[in-house]
């Protein structure tokens, strides 16, 4: 609202646009919202807590800021905001929490088990295979680098060394790009543009990321190396770049810049310049040691990918939610890598998924609905004895009934029951609660000859009860239809060069809107032969925008644009397809 209200009245081309659009900044009403915005401007947008951020005082916080009990069992919080706590000089320490450490930890522990003496720090550094796999963008589940932005970014800056991965983590992001510094380096990299530097002053501060600046610490360097900053005026610098979103105060560092610059030999267009990226990075510069930190996280888990990646997956699936990507994603990525995944079975399966050999077990935390405690009941009870059959399992691990239905319906009992039809109506017919009837029941019930179900029918069911299918993809069953209709698949656009119209048609898995984007919506849709990148004008969105929301198979008609490796289909039009999934219920990642 601010914003809008400033474009009234400080730029008349936004002023015009809103006219065009219905608004009138000069009507009584508008102006009382002026006013009102006025009064509104500078207060807090929202209350919230910091889940992870701790003030420490030489003194009781309660002796110098009022502390309130929070919504969580032994909390407490400070009614003050991290900007008061700014003004009084008190310590604030926010410690996060990743999940990919958590990952990490647990690909490990899986590798330790099978023998292999491997740790974080023992970790082969600079390790070939890996990079050559980071570079093909090859990097679904990997930390940091397995956004669709990432993976097209990869093979065109083509990272060798650690120190790339640093520069790779820093660079696609909000800072660097609205601050243009993304096309100049890639530029200087792929040697279509010399490196040079403003002077050999700022060569030390520059060499590393060859002449742009993309680090925090790099900016406070060149304030002080070409304008003239103290230390202490520098690290205000930083302080005023994280927030003048909210409070403004650049202004200030804008003269003083380009006054100092234009004093020590500088030309106005390179301080200007500097200026520039410098409200860039108040959106999201990243510091060195924090980037350099993610690469670390980085490396380790695209090694452990490239050589451990049975266990990298498996270690992946027990640590959701986190990341991009959704199960059916991850295990579709583990099988194009020869990892044999073998299916929920209440004979075989853990809680957690596990490895079996050099194949997958998925665990019974996939099945939807079911309880830790119950699956915990299933094991220890297969600990005991072997299952024999459906009773057997009932009286043993103490199942409800809802547990046994779920564990049918996900097709975890087909070791004891047979296909997924057939456990359904053993379990419906199974009654521990009348012990009269057993050993009677069972025989009848085996004479009864019950058809297995249909590809469809099998997917269908799969999606429902764990959100994937180990059976054929959903598109593989109507890749006819599709055919008929002249939408290729995935593999099929590979073969097209640089501006070539296309047309495909994929499950919706990925919608992002970064707020860098101007608007432009990036999808990804999955079909049996791979992932398909989808950038959208607003425009279009706008234009189908339903389709565009709501339709979870997605027909895409555009233009196929190739460049440095990294292949997009720009789209022109949408058809919703969703009817021929008969029901299937699959899911995406939405604008997160």
């Given at each position: 609202?601010?914003?809008?209200?400033?474009?009234?009245?400080?730029?008349?081309?936004?002023?015009?646009?809103?006219?065009?659009?219905?608004?009138?900044?000069?009507?009584?009403?508008?102006?009382?919202?002026?006013?009102?915005?006025?009064?509104?401007?500078?207060?807090?947008?929202?209350?919230?807590?910091?889940?992870?951020?701790?003030?420490?005082?030489?003194?009781?916080?309660?002796?110098?800021?009022?502390?309130?009990?929070?919504?969580?069992?032994?909390?407490?919080?400070?009614?003050?905001?991290?900007?008061?706590?700014?003004?009084?000089?008190?310590?604030?320490?926010?410690?996060?929490?990743?999940?990919?450490?958590?990952?990490?930890?647990?690909?490990?522990?899986?590798?330790?088990?099978?023998?292999?003496?491997?740790?974080?720090?023992?970790?082969?550094?600079?390790?070939?295979?890996?990079?050559?796999?980071?570079?093909?963008?090859?990097?679904?589940?990997?930390?940091?680098?397995?956004?669709?932005?990432?993976?097209?970014?990869?093979?065109?800056?083509?990272?060798?060394?650690?120190?790339?991965?640093?520069?790779?983590?820093?660079?696609?992001?909000?800072?660097?790009?609205?601050?243009?510094?993304?096309?100049?380096?890639?530029?200087?990299?792929?040697?279509?543009?010399?490196?040079?530097?403003?002077?050999?002053?700022?060569?030390?501060?520059?060499?590393?990321?060859?002449?742009?600046?993309?680090?925090?610490?790099?900016?406070?360097?060149?304030a002080m190396e070409a304008a003239g900053y103290t230390p202490g005026e520098a690290d205000q610098l930083r302080r005023d770049m994280a927030a003048w979103k909210r409070h403004g105060g650049l202004e200030k560092h804008r003269h003083r810049l380009l006054d100092g610059m234009a004093g020590n030999g500088y030309t106005v267009e390179?301080?200007?310049?500097?200026?520039?990226?410098?409200?860039?990075?108040?959106?999201?510069?990243?510091?060195?040691?924090?980037?350099?930190?993610?690469?670390?996280?980085?490396?380790?888990?695209?090694?452990?990918?490239?050589?451990?990646?049975?266990?990298?997956?498996?270690?992946?699936?027990?640590?959701?939610?986190?990341?991009?990507?959704?199960?059916?994603?991850?295990?579709?990525?583990?099988?194009?890598?020869?990892?044999?995944?073998?299916?929920?079975?209440?004979?075989?399966?853990?809680?957690?998924?596990?490895?079996?050999?050099?194949?997958?077990?998925?665990?019974?935390?996939?099945?939807?609905?079911?309880?830790?405690?119950?699956?915990?009941?299933?094991?220890?009870?297969?600990?005991?004895?072997?299952?024999?059959?459906?009773?057997?399992?009932?009286?043993?691990?103490?199942?409800?009934?809802?547990?046994?239905?779920?564990?049918?319906?996900?097709?975890?009992?087909?070791?004891?029951?047979?296909?997924?039809?057939?456990?359904?109506?053993?379990?419906?017919?199974?009654?521990?609660?009348?012990?009269?009837?057993?050993?009677?029941?069972?025989?009848?019930?085996?004479?009864?000859?019950?058809?297995?179900?249909?590809?469809?029918?099998?997917?269908?069911?799969?999606?429902?009860?764990?959100?994937?299918?180990?059976?054929?993809?959903?598109?593989?069953?109507?890749?006819?239809?599709?055919?008929?209709?002249?939408?290729?698949?995935?593999?099929?656009?590979?073969?097209?060069?640089?501006?070539?119209?296309?047309?495909?048609?994929?499950?919706?898995?990925?919608?992002?809107?970064?707020?860098?984007?101007?608007?432009?919506?990036?999808?990804?849709?999955?079909?049996?032969?791979?992932?398909?990148?989808?950038?959208?004008?607003?425009?279009?969105?706008?234009?189908?925008?339903?389709?565009?929301?709501?339709?979870?198979?997605?027909?895409?008609?555009?233009?196929?644009?190739?460049?440095?490796?990294?292949?997009?289909?720009?789209?022109?039009?949408?058809?919703?397809?969703?009817?021929?999934?008969?029901?299937?219920?699959?899911?995406?990642?939405?604008?997160?």
């Amino acid at each position: 609202l601010a914003r809008t209200v400033g474009h009234w009245s400080g730029e008349p081309p936004e002023g015009e646009r809103l006219r065009e659009q219905g608004f009138d900044p000069d009507s009584r009403a508008m102006r009382q919202l002026v006013a009102l915005s006025g009064e509104l401007l500078g207060k807090p947008r929202h209350l919230s807590q910091h889940v992870g951020g701790f003030v420490v005082s030489e003194h009781p916080l309660h002796t110098l800021v009022p502390v309130e009990n929070a919504a969580m069992a032994d909390r407490t919080i400070i009614q003050w905001d991290k900007d008061d706590l700014e003004t009084m000089k008190l310590l604030k320490v926010d410690v996060l929490a990743l999940g990919m450490l958590t990952c990490i930890r647990k690909a490990l522990d899986l590798v330790r088990a099978r023998g292999r003496d491997l740790s974080l720090a023992t970790i082969p550094a600079e390790d070939p295979d890996t990079y050559a796999m980071i570079r093909r963008g090859d990097v679904i589940g990997v930390f940091q680098v397995e956004s669709r932005a990432q993976m097209a970014m990869l093979p065109r800056l083509k990272p060798e060394t650690f120190y790339d991965l640093v520069v790779e983590v820093a660079i696609v992001r909000p800072g660097p790009i609205q601050g243009g510094m993304v096309h100049p380096y890639l530029r200087r990299r792929q040697g279509l543009e010399p490196v040079d530097y403003p002077s050999e002053k700022l060569r030390n501060v520059l060499q590393r990321t060859l002449g742009v600046p993309l680090f925090q610490e790099q900016v406070m360097r060149i304030a002080m190396e070409a304008a003239g900053y103290t230390p202490g005026e520098a690290d205000q610098l930083r302080r005023d770049m994280a927030a003048w979103k909210r409070h403004g105060g650049l202004e200030k560092h804008r003269h003083r810049l380009l006054d100092g610059m234009a004093g020590n030999g500088y030309t106005v267009e390179f301080a200007e310049r500097i200026f520039e990226q410098i409200k860039g990075f108040g959106d999201y510069g990243f510091p060195e040691s924090h980037a350099a930190s993610f690469a670390l996280l980085t490396y380790a888990s695209s090694w452990i990918k490239c050589h451990e990646p049975a266990a990298f997956s498996c270690a992946l699936l027990n640590s959701l939610p986190m990341g991009f990507y959704l199960p059916p994603q991850l295990v579709a990525d583990a099988r194009r890598h020869g990892i044999e995944v073998r299916p929920v079975d209440v004979r075989h399966s853990h809680w957690d998924c596990t490895l079996e050999g050099d194949a997958l077990r998925l665990g019974m935390r996939m099945v939807n609905g079911l309880r830790e405690d119950a699956a915990a009941r299933i094991v220890a009870a297969r600990a005991q004895a072997p299952l024999r059959d459906l009773d057997d399992l009932l009286h043993r691990a103490a199942l409800d009934r809802g547990s046994l239905d779920r564990l049918a319906e996900a097709a975890a009992l087909r070791g004891l029951a047979g296909h997924r039809h057939r456990a359904r109506w053993l379990s419906a017919g199974t009654e521990k609660q009348l012990p009269l009837f057993a050993g009677h029941a069972g025989a009848a019930e085996d004479r009864i000859a019950i058809p297995p179900p249909s590809a469809f029918e099998d997917t269908r069911a799969d999606y429902a009860s764990t959100g994937l299918t180990l059976g054929a993809h959903p598109l593989a069953l109507v890749r006819r239809q599709l055919r008929a209709r002249r939408w290729r698949h995935a593999r099929e656009l590979e073969a097209l060069d640089n501006g070539s119209h296309a047309r495909h048609a994929g499950l919706v898995i990925l919608r992002q809107r970064p707020q860098t984007a101007s608007g432009v919506t990036f999808m990804t849709l999955e079909d049996e032969t791979g992932m398909v990148n989808v950038v959208v004008w607003r425009d279009l969105a706008e234009r189908q925008r339903k389709v565009f929301l709501e339709s979870r198979l997605l027909a895409v008609e555009g233009r196929l644009e190739a460049v440095d490796g990294s292949r997009h289909l720009i789209a022109s039009r949408f058809e919703d397809l969703t009817p021929l999934l008969a029901g299937v219920d699959t899911r995406s990642r939405d604008f997160r």
